[in-house]
């Protein structure tokens, strides 16, 4: 819900008058991550809700290269067996939240994102899991 405008000026001002190192932080994403980092100085860009739904972002911001569909879909089904390892089959209905925000965006989302919020069953979320993505 923020709304404000990152005044990236004001973070270079910073950087300029300081002697220790700063990071620049706000609306950072893979997209603008290189102008921001050349614009401030700063020493280290925080990402954080661009990570939000695409934990690849810090992949693509380091390399300049976009995730592939199925390395997507790995992280993903990764994500998934790791809950599951660490919640049991509850983390089925703790994974709803995290797939509403990995589909965002994607074609036949709210489809989606209303048939997974009725699985319980580990097996089935994960087949459509590989289905959709």
């Not at 923020?2 to 000026?9: G, H, L, P, Q, W």
């Not at 990071?23 to 990402?47: C, P, R, V, Y």
Request: overall charge neutral; glycine content about 6%; some cysteine.
């Amino acid at each position: 819900g923020y709304t404000a405008k990152v005044d990236y000026e004001a973070i270079k001002s910073a950087k300029e008058a300081i002697k220790i190192p700063l990071i620049a932080n706000g609306d950072i994403n893979s997209q603008n991550a290189g102008e921001i980092f050349k614009l401030t100085n700063a020493d280290a860009l925080m990402i954080g809700r661009a990570s939000i739904g695409k934990p690849w972002v810090f992949y693509e911001i380091k390399t300049g290269k976009s995730v592939d569909k199925e390395t997507k879909k790995q992280i993903i089904l990764c994500h998934f067996d790791e809950m599951i390892k660490y919640y049991g089959n509850h983390a089925t209905a703790i994974f709803h939240k995290h797939l509403h925000e990995y589909s965002k965006g994607h074609e036949n989302a709210a489809n989606f994102r209303e048939s997974i919020n009725h699985i319980n069953s580990p097996e089935i979320m994960r087949d459509e899991i590989c289905k959709f993505f």
